[in-house]
């Protein structure tokens, strides 16, 4: 049963890692994608054409999800082009890890404009969207570590629980809307970034884990696959941890 037949979908960062894997997962379930990434060019094209040869509408903007402006005009014209926003997952974000003694203001700011200030830029910038269509489905993408904490990321732990209270107020103020709004924190997610990292270190990581492997990025799509389909109709204001157990 494909649960995202002819829905639009904007997902932000996806020329790679967790935004690529919920892409392709949209795209066997009949959604249409417009995807956002920030420079990476040539991954994007490729993604463009893998997914358009599955039969659904796919493109890809470079658009700079912290810049407020270019997330208007990013929303806009993906009404333009695809008549619809039904879906908007936010899940662009870096990290710029330090102790809290040696981290710069720049890279406070910088990880907070871009992993928390592009989730209010662009949720206001589907709001009139769905508003008009009385429907929608918002997913941010947080962390384990916006849920917990972790030493030596207090900008990315503090951007990352910043979205648990923008999730939570944006679903009671549109809840009446029928706009529903939730997070998911992803644990330990395997990508490429992470496949250049010592495999002993990595194994240790993936001991400590209840389900004893670290996640992919088809887990984390699986569950955003659940929360923007009809199947969670009932569903808003809610965390879902993607961790293998980790935080249980
Ligand atoms: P990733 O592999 O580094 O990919 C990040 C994506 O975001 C890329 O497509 C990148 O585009 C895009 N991006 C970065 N800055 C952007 C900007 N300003 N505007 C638009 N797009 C931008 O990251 P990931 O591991 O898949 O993580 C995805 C999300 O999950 C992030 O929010 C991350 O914090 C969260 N998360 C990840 C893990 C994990 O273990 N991997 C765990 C918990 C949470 P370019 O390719 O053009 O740079």
Same mark, same amino acid.
């Given at each position: 049963m494909k649960l995202l037949e002819g829905k639009t979908v904007i997902i932000t960062g996806a020329s790679r890692g967790i935004g690529k894997g919920i892409a392709e997962v949209f795209a066997d379930h009949g959604a249409n994608i417009a995807f956002s990434y920030n420079s990476s060019v040539e991954a994007a094209n490729e993604l463009e054409n893998e997914l358009s040869s599955r039969g659904v509408k796919v493109k890809g903007y470079k658009s700079n999800a912290a810049d407020y402006e270019q997330a208007q005009s990013l929303?806009?014209?993906?009404?333009?082009?695809?008549?619809?926003? %039904?879906?908007?997952?936010?899940?662009?974000?870096?990290?710029? %890890?330090?102790?809290?003694m040696r981290i710069t203001e720049e890279d406070f700011d910088k990880v907070i404009e871009v992993n928390l200030k592009s989730v209010f830029n662009m949720t206001k910038a589907v709001q009139r969207t769905m508003l008009k269509q009385r429907k929608g489905s918002i997913i941010n993408m947080s962390s384990v570590v916006g849920v917990k904490g972790n030493a030596g990321q207090t900008n990315y732990a503090a951007s990352k629980a910043g979205i648990?209270?923008?999730?939570?107020?944006?679903?009671?103020?549109l809840g009446s809307r029928n706009i529903r709004c939730n997070a998911i924190a992803p644990g330990f997610i395997e990508t490429e970034m992470t496949a250049k990292l010592d495999d002993q270190v990595v194994q240790g990581w993936r001991d400590a884990i209840p389900l004893k492997r670290g996640g992919s990025p088809e887990d984390v799509a699986n569950a955003c696959l659940f929360l923007a389909s009809d199947m969670s109709a009932y569903v808003t204001g809610q965390v879902l941890n993607v961790d293998g157990g980790m935080l249980t």
């Open positions: 929303a806009e014209a993906v009404v333009k082009e695809f008549g619809s926003i %039904d879906v908007l997952i936010n899940n662009a974000g870096i990290t710029k %890890d330090n102790l809290l648990l209270g923008f999730t939570k107020s944006v679903a009671l103020e």
